[in-house]
């Protein structure tokens, strides 16, 4: 059984349980609609893996197609080395109109060769590298590189920048309860949430295995914090399947000139702590969104 089957039974068994403790007159007018329900789900599914298919035709005929151009270029180039027996003597005044078309040629091909390439899907393991295989959010090990990189800017442009991170509460509980399935299920949820509730270029990272931390370019502490707060609310306000409601506490921070990164983080760090023990932070330098 994989994954995907070991997580849509419960759920399946779950229904039918609930159903059954539903008087019997409406048993059926539910099930037809959970099942109206189910047919516009799988039509979506249905043209989701159209799409995908499309896709891979496209990718499959962009590699064929640099393919051709980098065989036409190869070939372009064997051409012109075995006719260019002195490549340094200068050229016959008779022979120029024709070395200029040669030279046209080659450049031709080569531009073409890449556009083809430049069309074909990125296999790029650096950017594997930068993301999280569960959630598809980056993880830690880039997070220092885009801290690093927006504090420049924010010093360069003289731009608010703000942090938050955000703590599932009890997801080891979840774990042990209802299993690690339950438990990722969970992350992927939350990461999904954290993902739509920002802006494109904003930044949402795994930082833990039940943490998250958002680096908001140009978004001073205030709006950082009302960020935060709708996030909170979501996943609050979101039923999980066989997980039920879960909570998350979240801490906000904003960059103070001249700091670097790991200070920055520490200040994060410190405002989650005191997010946890329900504190409060005098300077507002740093301040916590608690759960309850």
């Not at 019997?24 to 159209?50: F, G, P, S, Y």
């Not at 065989?71 to 109109?97: C, G, H, M």
């Not at 040629?105 to 295989?133: G, L, M, T």
Request: with cysteine.
């Amino acid at each position: 059984m994989n994954d995907s089957e070991e997580f849509s039974k419960p759920i399946e068994r779950l229904i039918d349980q609930m159903i059954a403790r539903l008087p019997a007159e409406l048993q059926c007018a539910i099930r037809k609609q959970l099942a109206d329900q189910r047919e516009v789900a799988w039509r979506a599914r249905a043209r989701a893996i159209k799409a995908q298919e499309e896709q891979k035709r496209q990718e499959e005929d962009s590699k064929r197609a640099a393919d051709s151009a980098e065989k036409e270029l190869i070939k372009t180039l064997a051409s012109t080395l075995f006719r260019e027996q002195e490549p340094w003597r200068e050229i016959d005044p008779k022979d120029v109109q024709e070395h200029i078309e040669l030279l046209l040629k080659i450049n031709e091909k080569y531009n073409e060769f890449e556009v083809a390439k430049a069309k074909c899907p990125k296999n790029d393991p650096s950017h594997a590298i930068d993301i999280d295989q569960l959630t598809g959010v980056f993880n830690p090990r880039y997070l220092n590189k885009v801290l690093t990189q927006e504090i420049a800017r924010a010093e360069d442009h003289h731009a608010p920048l703000s942090m938050l991170m955000l703590d599932i509460d009890d997801l080891k509980l979840v774990n042990a309860i209802s299993g690690h399935v339950a438990g990722n299920r969970v992350l992927e949820s939350v990461a999904d949430i954290v993902r739509s509730s920002v802006r494109l270029n904003d930044f949402v990272f795994r930082s833990g295995g039940d943490e998250f931390v958002v680096v908001l370019p140009e978004i001073g502490l205030e709006p950082a914090l009302h960020i935060g707060e709708n996030i909170r609310e979501m996943i609050g306000t979101s039923f999980l399947a066989l997980v039920g409601k879960i909570t998350v506490t979240i801490a906000g921070c904003e960059y103070e000139a001249g700091e670097g990164a790991e200070s920055f983080m520490t200040r994060l760090d410190d405002a989650m702590f005191r997010a946890k023990r329900g504190g409060e932070d005098d300077d507002m330098s740093s301040v916590w969104a608690p759960v309850r």
